[in-house]
């Protein structure tokens, strides 16, 4: 019974000092980090330009959507499109072929957990450089919004669940690289669907309802259009429960994902001699 409580009790100390070094190296590449995001903010500046155009063209709103909500839709948007960033798929290719995986192996812990800590303690630089943006933003789009403490408590939840779940699929599509180096086709496909069903190309209310049924059913959703309806959108109180549920779902299927996947796919790196 040792080794496993040894164990439990090492797990939050690895994320504390990950994700303090995270903190630390980050606000060190503070402007390289606000350069980054400012470079961000010219997709959502985009849609939120197009969607503003069309409702004034349509009398003020479109599918009940106005111009105001169209602005706080998309200045949310910038936060949770932030909190989105995690390991890459892409970074897969070089962390085998530098050899970085084995010398992951060799640690003491599951290698996801060194990524889950890192760039979750970078968000916490994320989120103090993204206030004086959506400052700024604010002042120049006039965002309406309406919030209860009750939203903005769901909202700070969903916006992990989000970062959790996005990891845990991005970490399943990265394994793929154990198979086959010719993963790009698969990758494109992967992010068109989720751009295309997660809210993040323009708000879910303006799907067509099949496409908006088969949303609410994949996990995109509570990746981006989700949390950022919780705060920007009109949400009931079962409908807040309901998402976060689905998250808690979505986080669980991940982790099973990641925990099969990784099993199968390590033994065939090990095989192959790297």
């Known amino acids: 019974m040792r080794e496993p409580r040894r164990r439990l009790q090492g797990l939050p100390g690895l994320y504390a000092v990950t994700m303090r070094t995270a903190v630390q190296v980050q606000f060190q590449y503070r402007t390289a980090n606000y350069a980054y995001m400012l470079g961000m903010i010219a997709e959502p500046v985009i849609y939120l330009v197009v969607w503003s155009t069309v409702a004034r063209s349509q009398g003020g709103a479109v599918e009940g959507i106005t111009v105001g909500e169209f602005a706080a839709y998309y200045i949310v948007w910038t ?5 989105n960033i995690v390991f890459t798929p892409y970074g897969w290719e070089g ?6 995986l084995s ?17 979750a303690g970078w968000k916490f630089v994320v989120i103090l450089l993204w206030l004086p943006i959506a400052a700024a933003l604010t002042l ?13 408590g769901v909202f700070l939840i969903a916006i992990w669940g989000a970062y959790l779940i996005r990891s845990m699929l991005l970490w399943v599509l990265g394994m793929v690289t154990f198979w086959t180096t010719r993963v790009s086709a698969l990758y494109d496909m992967y992010f068109t669907a989720e751009l295309l069903l997660s809210g993040r190309l323009l708000p879910l209310a303006l799907l067509p309802g099949w496409a908006a049924t088969v949303a609410d059913v994949l ?3 509570y990746t981006f259009g989700y949390p950022i309806e919780v ?3 009109d949400l009931s109180t079962r409908e807040l429960f309901i998402g976060l549920a689905m998250q808690v779902l979505w986080v669980a299927v991940g982790a099973l994902l990641v925990a099969v996947v990784w099993r199968f796919g390590v033994r065939r790196y090990s ?3 790297n």
């Open 271 to 273: 095989a192959v001699g």
């Open 219 to 221: 996990p995109f959703k």
């Open 95 to 100: 962390r085998i072929r530098q050899g970085e």
């Open 231 to 233: 705060i920007a959108g």
């Open 79 to 83: 936060l949770v499109r932030n909190m």
């Open 103 to 119: 010398g992951m192996l060799v640690r003491p812990v599951h290698p996801i957990h060194y990524d889950l800590a890192y760039f």
């Open 140 to 152: 120049i789009f006039r965002p309406t919004f309406d919030i209860s403490l009750l939203e903005i």
